[in-house]
């Protein structure tokens, strides 16, 4: 299979510099480059990595749940008493 890559001067640069050093082929330096590339595993972020963006955004009352009633009987309270009720 023939392949063309499209490299920044300055890669393609180094990667010949690389050959003449080595006494190898620019397609002999890609082809174990990509093996060693496909070779290694992908690595798995965390559950902790993953969700870190968003993990204490919504923190507050942590028995808001559970004494809803209380929480919205002040909320109510306070908006009356706004209004001067």
Known sequence: ??????????????L???CLHEGRSIS???RDALS???ARE?????AWALGREVFGR?????????DRKQALAEV???????RGA
């Open 76 to 82: 109510w309270d306070s908006r009356q008493a706004g």
């Open 16 to 18: 010949r510099q690389r």
């Open 36 to 38: 060693v590339y496909l």
């Open 42 to 46: 992908p690595e798995m972020d965390s």
């Open 28 to 30: 002999e330096i890609m």
């Open 1 to 14: 299979m023939t392949t063309t890559v499209k490299l920044p001067d300055s890669l393609e640069a180094a």
């Open 58 to 66: 919504h923190a507050g009352a942590a028995n808001l749940a559970a």
